[in-house]
């Protein structure tokens, strides 16, 4: 069973910057896609960004030239650095461990695995 744990979420002004953590256990990590998805109140979840084990990585146009996706296999750890952050980026993050891509290239990836973190708050106010 693959267990996730983000981290790194807090409160941060129109213009900052963070860095979102989720380290992987109990799975084979260099197997999989490794994604972020983030949900904000009374939408539904969306994907933000996910690379693959050869680091080939996929955007939501929302954020394409601000984020920006990277894993670490030896630490089981994928990373999510958020600069430039805007209101509407505000939402629960949710880490995603993939092992079966089917989606990966067809155009709009989103992942069927059941692999989610518990989430970590994004809150960008003045």
């Known amino acids: 069973q693959v267990q996730l744990v983000e981290s790194g979420g807090g409160l941060v002004r129109p213009g900052g910057s963070l860095r979102l953590s989720c380290v992987a256990s109990?799975?084979?990590?260099?197997?999989?896609?490794m994604g972020w998805y983030r949900q904000a109140p009374g939408k539904q979840r969306e994907l933000v960004a996910a690379?693959?084990?050869?680091?080939?990585?996929n955007y939501a146009d929302s954020v394409k030239g601000r984020f920006t996706i990277s894993r670490d296999n030896a630490k089981a750890t994928v990373y999510l650095q958020m600069n430039n952050l805007q209101p509407e980026d505000t939402a629960a993050y949710y880490c995603?461990?993939?092992?079966?891509?089917?989606?990966?290239?067809?155009?709009?990836?989103?992942?069927?695995?059941?692999?989610w973190g518990q989430g970590t708050q994004v809150t960008v106010s003045s």
């Open positions: 995603n461990a993939d092992p079966l891509p089917i989606t990966w290239n067809s155009g709009s990836y989103y992942s069927a695995s059941d692999y």
């Open positions: 109990g799975g084979v990590f260099d197997i999989y896609v």
């Open positions: 690379i693959t084990n050869s680091d080939t990585t």
